[in-house]
């Protein structure tokens, strides 16, 4: 008998405190792919002797984000989230008379499971820090190359090519992880705000080294394909809806 008092005791209020709120959270979420990965490789090297046809991916990249949580206790939610990130390489060549200019773009499309943890509150604006770990399932669409020749005397387009690249097999789907550190805190009641830093790996799992790099144009002389590890940082605003 006492063993089921201190069970329940436990669990009910776990419960409970789960089922009366739920939290939107939705936001700005970036994207920097790190290491030596070829998809960060310039579009078409300068050097003529050197043939690069990587993605041009190098800088920070945009997307958005959503959430959705439930709190299991005071320190503990569980939840999905929906993160699209609109990867975009960009490239210009200045000749005599001309520019051209080549631009590289695809988008990733990630659902991910999320468990988090609060190990630390603060007094002001009950503000809070976490912990998180993302178990993330990611597609990867076709890519879309564009090249563009422009008359600088008159500003006139010479030349357009805009190409949607397939690199078999498809569909490109792969298995992931993200860990994240950030902070939480009140704006107004039940309005909060949110900011994580993180770091992951977007295919830990899945790859397929006859396709070539997961996020380059073409494969040519590729014979693998590499671990893409990332750097992801959010800016959210969320909504907490306490359920009746």
């Not at 990733?108 to 993330?136: N, Q």
């Not at 397929?208 to 800016?235: D, F, H, N």
């Amino acid at each position: 008998m006492r063993v089921r008092e201190i069970l329940v005791g436990v669990f009910v209020p776990c419960v409970v405190h789960a089922q009366a709120v739920v939290e939107f959270t939705s936001g700005l979420a970036t994207t920097w792919l790190v290491g030596n990965n070829p998809a960060r490789s310039a579009i078409i090297s300068r050097d003529t002797a050197q043939g690069a046809l990587g993605a041009g991916f190098a800088g920070v990249q945009p997307g958005v984000t959503f959430h959705l949580l439930h709190p299991l206790s005071a320190a503990w939610r569980f939840g999905l989230g929906i993160e699209q990130t609109y990867f975009e390489g960009l490239q210009r060549f200045r000749l005599r008379v001309v520019d051209i200019y080549l631009s590289y773009r695809q988008t990733v499309t990630t659902v991910a499971a999320v468990l988090e943890y609060v190990p630390v509150r603060f007094p002001l604006a009950r503000g809070y820090a976490f912990l998180s770990l993302e178990p993330r399932w990611s597609v990867v669409s076709r890519g879309r190359y564009t090249y563009e020749q422009v008359d600088t005397r008159q500003g006139r387009v010479i030349e357009r090519l805009d190409t949607l690249i397939s690199k078999p097999p498809e569909p490109v789907h792969r298995f992931g992880i993200v860990a994240r550190v950030g902070i939480g805190g009140e704006l107004s009641d039940p309005w909060y705000f949110r900011a994580n830093v993180g770091f992951g790996v977007l295919n830990l799992f899945g790859r397929r080294p006859e396709r070539g790099e997961l996020l380059t144009p073409v494969k040519l002389t590729e014979t693998q394909e590499s671990y893409v590890p990332i750097v992801v940082v959010a800016l959210l605003l969320q909504y907490r809806l306490r359920v009746p």
